[in-house]
């Protein structure tokens, strides 16, 4: 009890005494292109930055909303008031079969900036190593506190997501921005930023071989995969994955940054894969797009993204754990969406809507369509947010192995060929640096 005790105490001094910040000190003003700007102060990097503004309502796990690849280029403002009250962990863990080499989403802060009403310059969790602002220091982040978020979001609630700046130190005593200064992120291929180069590949021992397409993967989705004892080969975003299908079970699309219509290229190479190729398809945000234009569905542009942690779906069709008629209460970080249209693409239907703005949340081949496809916005992952739909990845993993069972082994296993696949190994150079661009 008293070790106990000692060990709480020590936890909590520890967050006092890494504290010596310079919260306070430096001004910092965050300008909307509507016109309108919001005088703070400045924590974390001393730096000024561009990005588009958005909200999240999420009310816990700044760390794995900010470690998103999904965030890439955002200025991130957080609804909850007080951030940074449980500090940052050691973003490190094993690669076995269980992990994949980070605690949180990616290797470090994926968005442009954070604007909070109130930052914690306190800190304490048994896992924390540091400050958000210290984090937020280290990897070149600039965030502003002491700002109304309230005001931000009612304005960005109405108006749209909205291109901003944030002004640290001189720079907020400049000049506005003029209107052609702001840089706006959808016109970027951020995807081709933040993919994986390099093929790599984890928990080779799993009994089934999934390939990811990596358009910006959140960790917590090559978890989900690796601890339900998948085989995963991770490929660049543009990879022609008809040149390699015969090697693998089953076919994964991930979540990622910007605008889909950047991704053409990789919905060209599917659309072949899903005219050829009858294996299971998965696909999650940013992969459930490319999933959508492959089959024909158009992706545009939503005034109003979907950001947070409480997003209710309803499904509209059942499919393994998913019945059709439940609502699911979804992760989401989302600013483009696929077009809802009548008729559906021949073989195709839609799984989820959003209960809130009726938009397309999922999509699926059909039962008559001799395919194994599904698509959905959200985040079944979760992290953060609730794991209502997480079993979906069981569902997937079950159909590649139903499927395995029944059609037997691949080609190459068959013919007893040694493994061609281009990803040799898992090593932390083949992995994305985050802060590198
Ligand atoms: N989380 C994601 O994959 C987001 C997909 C896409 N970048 C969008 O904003 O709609």
């Known amino acids: 009890m008293f070790t106990r005790n000692l060990y709480s105490i020590a936890r909590y001094t520890r967050g006092l005494a890494t504290h010596a910040t310079s919260i306070g000190r430096v001004p910092a003003v965050l300008h909307l292109k509507s016109g309108e700007s919001f005088v703070g102060r400045s924590f974390g990097a001393e730096t000024s930055t561009y990005g588009e503004t958005v909200f999240s309502t999420s009310i816990t796990s700044y760390t794995e909303s900010m470690t998103d690849p999904s965030y890439r280029g955002q200025i991130l403002v957080f609804t909850t008031p007080l951030i940074g009250n449980y500090g940052v962990p050691l973003n490190k863990t094993p690669i076995d079969g269980q992990d994949v080499g980070v605690y949180l989403e990616s290797e470090g802060i994926q968005c442009s900036a954070i604007v909070v009403a109130d930052v914690a310059e306190r800190f304490s969790h048994h896992r924390a190593v540091e400050s958000i602002a210290s984090w937020c220091k280290r990897y070149n982040v600039p965030g502003i506190t002491g700002v109304d978020t309230r005001a931000i979001t009612r304005l960005l609630r109405d108006q749209g997501t909205t291109l901003g700046r944030l002004a640290v130190g001189e720079d907020a005593h400049a000049a506005l921005p003029k209107d052609d200064e702001y840089w706006d992120p959808a016109q970027e291929n951020l995807v081709e930023q933040i993919s994986t180069k390099q093929p790599y590949v984890l928990n080779p021992t799993g009994d089934i071989k999934i390939a990811v397409i990596d358009f910006g993967a959140k960790a917590n989705i090559l978890r989900s995969l690796v601890r339900r004892d998948a085989a995963v080969t991770v490929l660049p975003w543009n990879f022609d994955f008809n040149t390699v299908r015969d090697q693998y079970d089953g076919l994964f699309l ?162 007893g060929e040694t493994n061609v696949e281009p990803a040799l190994a898992f090593t932390a150079a083949a992995r994305r640096v985050a802060v590198a661009a």
């Open 254 to 415: 991930t979540n990622g940054p910007g605008d889909p219509r950047h991704c053409m290229e990789a919905a060209l190479h599917l659309r072949r894969t899903l005219q050829e190729w009858s294996k299971p398809v998965f696909g999650i945000c940013m992969g459930h797009q490319v999933i959508g234009m492959a089959a024909g569905l158009d992706a545009y542009r939503m005034t109003f993204g979907n950001r947070g942690h409480n997003q209710p779906v309803l499904a509209l069709a059942s499919s393994g754990s998913i019945k059709a008629g439940r609502v699911y209460v979804t992760s989401q970080n989302h600013q483009y969406a696929l077009k809802l249209q009548d008729p559906f693409p021949a073989g195709w239907e839609p799984f989820f809507i959003n209960c809130n703005d009726s938009s397309v949340e999922g999509i699926k081949s059909t039962a008559d369509s001799g395919k194994k496809v599904w698509g959905v916005q959200f985040h079944p992952e979760s992290a953060g947010g609730p794991l209502d739909t997480i079993e979906m990845f069981t569902d997937f993993l079950t159909e590649c192995r139903a499927h395995k069972m029944e059609f037997g082994l691949n080609p190459q296993e068959v013919m």
